[in-house]
Structures are given as C-alpha cells and as structure tokens.
C-alpha cells in the first residue's frame, strides 16, 4: 500500500502532463463524437444550402449572355424593386399589427385559463389550441371558403339582415381577412407558452401578494406578466421571424383572392416567383437574403429595446 | 431459430433490392413511377409528362400499338405547376422527362434556354402532312420544329341560351353589339354578361391580337433582338374595352378556374364565357351542364371588331416536345410524333371535347365536323364555330419569357380591376416592365 502510493508520488512531473494530455484528448474526441451528428446535419443542411444560397446571390443569368459575377448588383436591385419593397413594407407592416393582437389575446387567454380550474377550462384550453394543431394550408383553403362570396356562409349571413357580406378576399380587406386567419392558427400555441411559464410560478408567491391585499388584477399584472416576461420575448421574436417570412396563408389565398394577392405580395412569395417560375434562381436567393437580413435587424432591433425594460414588462 | 433466420436473410434480401431499386433511379425521370402500368417490360422506355384528363387512356393506347418504345407517363400538374417543375429541371440539368406537353406559346421559353430538341431529323417529313401549316408554325421557332401538335383552341363565345331567351337577345356580332348586350341585360336586372379574370391573361393577348396586336416580333436572324410593343392602340383599346366593361358592372372580376369562379357559371352569374373548343371538357369535369343545366349552354362565334374583316384568334393548344435531357431523342421523337396521334386516342379526345384536334385525320373526319356536341345540347359547334376558327387562324408569334410577360400582364389586370388604373395605362407600364426585363435578360428591344 505504502510502496504503491511512493511509486505514484514519484511519478515525474512530465509523465503526468503526458497521461493527462491523453485523457483530455480522449475526452476531446469523446465530445466532438457527441456533438457530430448533429454538427453533420447543421453543415449539410444548414450552413452549405445558405453558403450555396449566399454564392448564387452574387451572379446574374441572363437568357442571351449566360451567368456573370456581379457582386451585389442583385442586393441594390432588391432595395431599389418595387414589388420587393412594397412586399417588405407589407409583412412590416402586417407585423405591427398581427403580433399584438395575437399576444394580447394569448396572454388574457392564459390568464383566464390560469386562474379557473374547471373542467370547462380544459376543454376550453385543448379547444383554443386546437387550430394550430391544423395544417396551414387546411386552416387557409378552409378560410378562403368561408369568406368566398359566392358559396361562403357569410352571403347568407349578412343577407338574414339585407346587407351585403364584406369581401375578405378583395383589396380592401385582404389584411384583415389574413390577419383573421393567423391569428386563429396562432394565438392558441402563444396561449399554451405562455399558460405553461404561467404554471411553472411559485404559487406562494401570490399568496404573499394576497397577504399584502392585491386583488386578481393586480396579481395579474404585477406578479403573473412580469414572471412570464421571458416567456413573452421568446413568442414576440417567434411571431416576428414568422410574419416577416410570411408565405402560405397568402400563396394559398391567392388562387381564391381574383387578383388580389399577386406573385410579389410578400417578400417570400416574391423570391419563390423568381426561383421556380422564372427561374431566376440568383435573383430568388438575393431577395432572400435580403429578407433575412431584414428580419435580423427587425429581432435585433427588437431585442435592444426590450433589454432593459424585461425587469418590468 | 433456423426459421428466424431464414425470414431475417429473405428480409434483408428484401430491403436489399429495394435500395437498389431506389439507386438505380434518376431523379424525376425515372420509369418506376410510372402513373400506368408497362406491359412489354423489355422495351425501350421513354418517360412524359403530361395533364391531358384522358392521357392514360392515350398513354395505354400508344403502348399497345407500338413494339420498340413504351412510355411511362407521370402528371406533375397542370399548366403553370408543370412548367414551374420543368423549368426547375432544367436549371438543375437533372430530372426533367424525356418527352412534355407544353403549350405552344411556352415553347420560345424553353426553346432559348436551349432545353428543347429540334426534332425535324427524327423522321419529320413521315408525319409533316398530318398536320397543317399554321399547325407546324406554332411550334416552331425558325426553321426548327420544337413540338408536334396535338390540340388547338380556337375561340368562340360560349353563352347560357336560357338567359339570352329571357332577356330576348342574339348573340353579339361585333364586341359594340356585346357591350349593348351586357348593358341592356343589367338594366333588365339580369346576371353578369361575362368575365374579365386577371389570371387569363393569354385571353387578354388572344383578344389584343384579334384587334391587330402584334405583341413580340422577331427575326430568326437576329435571335438577340426582338421586338416588344405592349402597348399599341389595339392593346390599349382591347384592356380600356374590359376596364370599362368590368367598371359599369357589366362583366365579373373573378379569377377563371377557380371554385368561386366554377360555382358562379353554375349558378348562371355569367350570361358568355369567351373561350376555347377545350373549354366544354373542362367544363364539364367540372361539374357544369350538368342535371337540370343539360344543354343550356350554346356557342357563336367570337365577336369581330370589324365584322366585315373578321379575324379568329386562339387560346392555349398543346403539343409534345423533347428535351435536351432526354438520352435517347431518337426513341423520344417517336413518342412525341406517335403520341396522340392514333385514331382511338383522338376520337375520345374530341368526341369528349377535351381537345380540339390538330391532326389533320381527325380534323377532316366528318364525324368530328358534323358532330352534335351534347354539351351544348346537340348543336354542331365543330361546324358553326371551331372548325372555321381554326381554319383562319394565322398563327402567333410567342416570346422567349411567355412566364414573366403573362405574370406581369396578370398584374397590369389586377391593377385594371381594383380601378387603380385605366386600360391604356396597363398597357404602357406593362411595355415599361417587360421591355426593361427583355433588356435585362441581354436582348435588344426594338
């Protein structure tokens, strides 16, 4: 026993530094095996179709005259193209309005479904939820059906009371025809985040609050939303990068919306136009790009003006 | 244990041969998904593309009559889907079939991508007479055929006969005598007269034309010129007529081929449908004319600008090309020439009114010509109608970016529509737009 822990003691200093250089590089290999499936399928189906994306961004195909680098000439004709602007102004747009109305009514949904513990509350909760469960394509055909005119259930609605029913698939309405359609598909998924963050709050918490003499509402707004805060950024930037590429709901719409909604609606419809139908493939990346970099600064923005006030929000 | 074995060798054996199935295949074009099934497995296979509602009927035909190639036929969408595909196709290099129905008017599109194959040295001249001059014309660029023809679709004027009896008019001769006609059947509180849908917009060109458009012009010469004129007085006429039809109430805004669209000529909203011989077939599967509807519906034909000169013009048609991808464009030739082409295949196609024939047997049978057509309760519209259409057709000539023109036309029309602009000024931003395009894509625009 003694001899063995002598033996071990003088061990040279090198010798040490040697085992212990082959257990780091061991444990070294041991992680890069762990994290390389993964890192295999981000390179491949990640990094390189973005890389490959990037590359084709920087030429120009021409009919008569064939491919030619050209720098960021697509990138100063996406900024200068009207159909890519009045796109990009839309989604903005479409965003400012859409992601509030969603997230005040997801937030007074879980609220609601966090303070009654009914069975009617979990009949209620599966139900709200129940249209994200729905494919987006089903939800939109199902909504260009409602609102149709033609044989739609609104004619006959607005025609009990001898009005006319308002085209949700005409110029005029078309936001607020689409604004209907995702906020039905997604205020139900912010509702169960927030309603899952909501459940993870000490409940001793309120009733210290209560202790103190706050009432439901201030409960509400003084514990629950500030408790929740992080749980309502992570939902504002999903909702963010979402609307900004906004594409199936309108794609769908559009072969029920007579002209309404053109090939160059949104930013993201614009760049599949000129991928697949014109097969302007360096154009189609460039606006995506340009898209992407558009959503980056709209979440960075975003992000920098939420920092500080997450203590009270 | 022995037993498990066994199943576990005959499994993997199985899987086995279904990853080499699955390698041994290319892409799009491969001839184990096939839509119909090859009976002469031994054969030579040629793979198509097509939408046709009868093509497997076509498809099973041709297969049975010819001993050195089968085809192996898949239906990748109608129209603008299929096209999207192929084009998609053809920038990959990959995955495009060997064969495609493609419309003549996209044919100059892919022809300059260089993604077609001249097939006038794989036996042209055996099949040249089945088909008429104009025929040939349409489906060539220059001197170089680029698809035989199948079908064609001569314009007339569909229209409902209950609702022209109960407004007492006859059909309009001349397109003043359909406004007249619109207007008075508005003023009786009657249906809408017509349509003027945005996503159309090759019956808009079709109707420029008839009024003596001539959109794109070029020289075979001088293939990087070509010219553009969108917005003559004849477009702008033509676009400024439907504005103005479309802005007093007197036709529809909706979008053609639609469900809302669809629903509203069965509910008799629109008392004509300017449209090709194809339409009735399309029609019908569609569900119209059907039940109590049987046989309302009648044709004339188009109305004239100028009744003393009148000039017939023509909506969609269809042919079948070979591509660049193809390995064998012998094999692939004979396909395209054979296809369509046996009396079978084009009696039901037109005894169904899915097609109008181009190939001239079928054309000049008198069955085809004198045919009572029940859709429009027994009345001889090949002879009335199509049949004269056709014959004074003159021929088009498309341009190299038909997508991005008719895509831009869309637009202008949609613009028309919401009353944002007039007709005439749809005209001149439509040439603005696609004059600057054809600049971009490296042609001289003259």
């Given at each position: 026993m003694t001899s063995l822990t002598e033996k071990r003691a003088a061990r040279t200093q090198p010798e040490t530094r040697k085992i212990r250089g082959k257990v780091h590089l061991r444990e070294h290999l041991m992680g890069w095996l762990f994290v390389g499936p993964f890192g295999v399928v981000f390179l491949a189906f990640l990094i390189a179709p973005l890389a490959y994306a990037l590359y084709l961004s920087l030429f120009q195909k021409k009919l008569i005259g064939g491919t030619s680098f050209v720098l960021f000439d697509n990138y100063v004709k996406a900024f200068t193209d009207p159909s890519f602007l009045s796109g990009a102004w839309f989604v903005i747009r479409f965003s400012l309005v859409s992601i509030p109305v969603q997230i005040i009514i997801a937030l007074a949904m879980a609220l609601i479904l966090d303070s009654v513990t009914t069975l009617f509350a979990r009949f209620s909760r599966l139900m709200i939820f129940l249209p994200y469960a729905i494919p987006t394509v089903i939800g939109a055909v199902m909504w260009g059906f409602l609102y149709s005119?033609?044989?739609?259930p609104l004619t006959d609605i607005f025609g009990l009371f001898g009005a006319t029913a308002p085209d949700f698939l005409g110029s005029d309405l078309i936001f607020y025809g689409l604004l209907n359609v995702v906020t039905w598909q997604w205020a139900g998924y912010y509702m169960i985040i927030l309603y899952a963050a909501l459940q993870g709050v000490d409940p001793t918490l309120y009733e210290a609050a209560r202790m103190d003499g706050a009432g439901r509402w201030q409960i509400a707004t003084r514990i629950k939303i500030p408790l929740i805060a992080p749980a309502l950024i992570l939902i504002l930037v999903f909702s963010l990068i979402g609307t900004l590429q906004f594409f199936n709901e309108p794609q769908i719409l559009r072969y029920l919306a007579a002209g309404t909604i053109g090939s160059d609606f949104t930013p993201n419809m614009y760049a599949y136009q000129q991928a697949f139908s014109l097969a302007n493939f360096n154009y189609g990346s460039a606006i995506s790009f340009a898209l992407g970099g558009i959503v980056f600064i709209c979440v960075y923005a975003f992000l920098f003006f939420t920092r500080k006030r997450r203590s009270f929000l | 244990m022995k037993r498990r074995r066994i199943l576990a060798t005959v499994a993997m054996l199985a899987v086995g041969s279904g990853l080499v199935a699955c390698s041994s295949d290319e892409g799009g074009?491969?001839?184990?998904?096939?839509t119909n099934t090859i009976t002469k497995k031994d054969l030579p296979v040629v793979t198509m593309w097509g939408w046709y509602p009868n093509t497997q009927l076509v498809v099973d035909n041709f297969n049975k009559l010819n001993n050195e190639v089968q085809v192996c036929w898949t239906n990748v969408g109608q129209g603008g889907d299929e096209y999207d595909k192929f084009q998609t196709a053809i920038s990959a290099g990959t995955g495009a079939p060997d064969v495609i129905m493609v419309e003549a008017d996209r044919i100059p599109t892919f022809q300059i991508q260089g993604a077609l194959v001249d097939i006038k040295q794989y036996g042209f001249d055996a099949v040249k007479?089945?088909?008429?001059e104009g025929a040939w014309k349409d489906v060539s660029v220059g001197d170089a055929v680029y698809g035989v023809p199948v079908d064609g679709g001569p314009m007339g004027m569909i229209y409902r006969k209950d609702i022209f009896d109960k407004y007492k008019i006859t059909p309009p001769k001349t397109w003043a005598e359909y406004e007249q006609a619109a207007q008075k059947v508005k003023d009786a509180g009657?249906?809408?007269?017509g349509d003027f849908g945005a996503n159309v917009p090759a019956v808009l060109m079709a109707l420029q034309i008839q009024k003596g458009a001539k959109p794109f012009t070029s020289d075979p010469a001088q293939p990087n010129a070509i010219g553009v004129k969108l917005n003559d007085q004849a477009s702008k006429d033509v676009l400024d007529y439907w504005g103005g039809l479309a802005k007093k109430g007197l036709v529809g805004t909706q979008n053609q081929f639609t469900p809302e669209y669809i629903s509203g000529v069965i509910n008799g909203n629109y008392a004509t449908y300017i449209s090709a011989a194809w339409a009735p077939g399309y029609l019908t599967g569609a569900?119209?004319?059907?039940?109590?509807?049987?046989?309302?519906f009648a044709v004339a034909p188009l109305p004239q600008w100028d009744s003393a000169n009148p000039v017939q013009v023509n909506w969609g048609g269809s042919a079948f090309s070979v591509t660049?991808?193809?390995?064998k464009p012998e094999l692939a030739a004979k396909v395209a020439y054979g296809l369509y082409a046996d009396k079978e295949s084009l009696t039901d196609g037109w005894t169904n009114q899915i097609i109008f024939p181009l190939n001239l047997t079928a054309l000049k049978d008198p069955a085809f010509v004198d045919l009572k057509v029940a859709f429009f309760g027994g009345q001889q519209a090949n002879k009335e109608v199509y049949v004269p259409a056709a014959d004074a057709y003159q021929g088009v000539q498309y341009a190299p970016f038909g997508q991005y023109y008719l895509d831009a036309m869309e637009k202008q029309v949609s613009e028309v529509i919401k009353g944002s602009v007039t007709g005439s000024q749809a005209a001149d931003r439509l040439q603005e737009d696609v004059a600057k395009y054809a600049k971009e894509q490296g042609f001289t625009v003259q």
């Open positions: 005119r033609g044989f739609g | 074009s491969d001839a184990s998904n096939c007479a089945n088909y008429s009657g249906p809408l007269f569900g119209v004319g059907k039940g109590q509807d049987t046989g309302k660049k991808q193809a390995k």
